[in-house]
């Protein structure tokens, strides 16, 4: 029988996903495996899969970033592998294949062929027959639909089973009720054959499933606020109780969990919606979506989302999903993907700097160093994405005729006659002579 990695770590052995993560340098291995043991941390990694580049999710270490993939209904197969490509060079440290229709399957086995990080899916996707009025699959269907995409090396899932037909009335006094598409189509389902949410029933054949193939449970948010009004009421608090019962399950199981966390959060709000999370769910790493900090920035979203993820961060969530500038508006496109990746690393970047996480702003300190040089390439190789960097730079060098002297000594912010690091040098030498 399989070893998840969370009982390896309980038995001190070492697995190569471990031993990915400790060949960085840059992760202690006794805080690595203390923190798999308590659940407080996961490391995603189906050996059907076995991505070559692992991923440690805990708030001990440096917060990861997630992009979300897949298309609707008819799926271009070649534009989802170019997202996929787009999201692992802007950085992303895991993505999700989202996709929905008759092509899901298809779409997955080329990205987890393609994928060299830990890929996600969101199985109900799979086992439902939607139309405008009616959503139908079993229980059996879904139960083996989860069974399948584990077998086939999907190495975490979210599974939408705190959602529980107790929370609809209180959904209904919502002024958006349900945004969740996963959790929408559950909640009509329980509705529809008057049933308990069958994920929820059959938990402990879930368990046994990713066991056997060491999938990462995340535990779907299917009554995430979807605008700010919604935040914090009482059903995303009745949820998120549930799955705190489902965290302690699933640790007693040996199977890695972690949770996801609220969509649309007012600034003031995120700092406790974490707390909660943290009491509720013993400390199980928290992947938050966002979170969207005004419901006014539309075509901006990805913005606001980093915003509240910055937030989120450093009051203690482990993964961030990003949201991209297509949110609530359409199907991103791939640059809206490079967009969504670049906004969430800078938000989990500036949080890691805040929590002090060991090495952190070593690479900002470099920046400040490179800048007061005028040592341009430095700044592009420092840079998250220095090709933009450099573009830009050179954009505006080209309205110079000097270029060689501006690259020396100033940028077109300033000029050369009130660049304020050539005048601070000088004032330097002087200080200093």
């Known amino acids: 029988m399989i070893q998840t990695q969370m009982e390896a770590a309980q038995q001190g052995k070492l697995t190569p996903a471990?031993?990915?993560?400790?060949?960085?340098?840059?992760?202690?291995?006794?805080?690595?495996?203390?923190?798999?043991?308590?659940g407080r941390a996961v490391l995603p990694w189906n050996p059907r899969h076995a991505p070559t580049r692992a991923m440690l999710v805990g708030s001990a270490f440096r917060t990861g970033?997630?992009?979300?993939?897949?298309?609707?209904?008819?799926?271009?197969?070649?534009?989802?592998t170019s997202k996929l490509n787009v999201?692992?060079?802007?950085?992303?440290?895991?993505?999700?294949?989202?996709?929905?229709?008759?092509?899901?399957?298809?779409?997955?086995?080329?990205?987890?062929?393609?994928?060299?990080?830990?890929?996600?899916t969101v199985p109900i996707y799979e086992a439902v027959e939607a139309d405008g009025d009616s959503v139908t699959f079993t229980p059996e269907?879904?139960?083996?639909?989860?069974?399948?995409?584990?077998?086939?090396?999907?190495?975490?899932?979210?599974?939408?089973?705190?959602l529980l037909r107790d929370h609809l009335p209180l959904v209904c006094r919502r002024k958006m009720g349900i945004v969740s598409r996963g959790g929408a189509i559950m909640a009509?389902?329980?509705?529809?054959?008057?049933?308990?949410?069958?994920?929820?029933?059959?938990?402990?054949?879930?368990?046994?499933?990713?066991?056997?193939?060491?999938?990462?449970?995340?535990?779907?948010?299917?009554?995430?606020?979807?605008?700010?009004?919604?935040?914090?009421?009482?059903?995303?608090?009745?949820?998120?109780?549930?799955?705190?019962?489902?965290?302690r399950r699933s640790r007693?199981?040996?199977?890695?969990?972690?949770?996801?966390?609220?969509?649309?959060?007012?600034?003031?709000?995120?700092?406790?919606?974490?707390?909660?999370?943290?009491?509720?769910?013993?400390?199980?790493?928290?992947?938050?979506?966002?979170?969207?900090?005004?419901?006014?920035?539309?075509?901006?979203?990805?913005?606001?989302?980093?915003?509240?993820?910055?937030?989120?961060?450093?009051?203690?969530?482990?993964?961030?999903?990003?949201?991209?500038?297509?949110?609530?508006l359409g199907l991103p496109s791939a640059e809206d993907v490079r967009q969504g990746v670049l906004a969430f690393r800078i938000a989990a970047h500036a949080a890691d700097v805040a929590r002090k996480v060991p090495g952190a702003r070593d690479v900002d300190d470099a920046m400040a160093d490179a800048r007061m040089d005028f040592d341009w390439e430095r700044q592009f190789e420092l840079a998250l994405d220095g090709e933009h960097a450099r573009r830009r730079f050179e954009q505006s060098a080209q309205t110079e005729s000097d270029r060689n002297k501006k690259q020396n000594q100033y940028c077109s912010m300033c000029g050369e006659a009130y660049c304020a690091v050539r005048r601070m040098k000088r004032i330097h030498e002087k200080t200093t002579a």
Not at 109 to 120: I, M, W
Not at 141 to 162: N, P, W
Not at 279 to 295: H, Q
Request: with cysteine; charged share 20%.
């Open 252 to 328: 007693a199981a040996g199977v890695q969990v972690m949770v996801e966390g609220p969509g649309h959060v007012p600034l003031d709000q995120i700092a406790e919606q974490m707390r909660m999370e943290t009491e509720l769910c013993e400390g199980a790493p928290f992947y938050v979506l966002g979170p969207v900090v005004t419901d006014v920035a539309a075509g901006y979203d990805h913005i606001a989302a980093a915003i509240g993820a910055a937030q989120a961060a450093v009051n203690g969530a482990a993964l961030l999903c990003y949201v991209t500038p297509a949110e609530h």
């Open 87 to 120: 999201a692992l060079e802007a950085g992303a440290d895991c993505v999700m294949d989202l996709s929905v229709g008759p092509d899901v399957v298809a779409s997955r086995v080329a990205l987890l062929s393609r994928c060299p990080v830990p890929l996600g």
């Open 188 to 247: 009509e389902w329980m509705q529809q054959y008057e049933q308990e949410n069958p994920i929820y029933t059959n938990w402990d054949r879930v368990l046994e499933v990713c066991h056997e193939y060491d999938v990462t449970v995340s535990l779907g948010d299917g009554l995430r606020p979807g605008c700010l009004a919604d935040a914090g009421d009482d059903s995303q608090y009745a949820e998120l109780r549930v799955l705190g019962d489902l965290v």
């Open 18 to 38: 471990m031993e990915q993560v400790a060949a960085t340098g840059k992760v202690p291995m006794a805080l690595m495996m203390g923190e798999l043991a308590a």
């Open 65 to 80: 970033v997630n992009a979300n993939l897949g298309g609707s209904g008819v799926i271009d197969h070649a534009a989802e």
């Open 141 to 162: 269907k879904l139960l083996a639909t989860i069974e399948t995409q584990a077998r086939e090396g999907v190495d975490f899932m979210t599974l939408h089973a705190g």
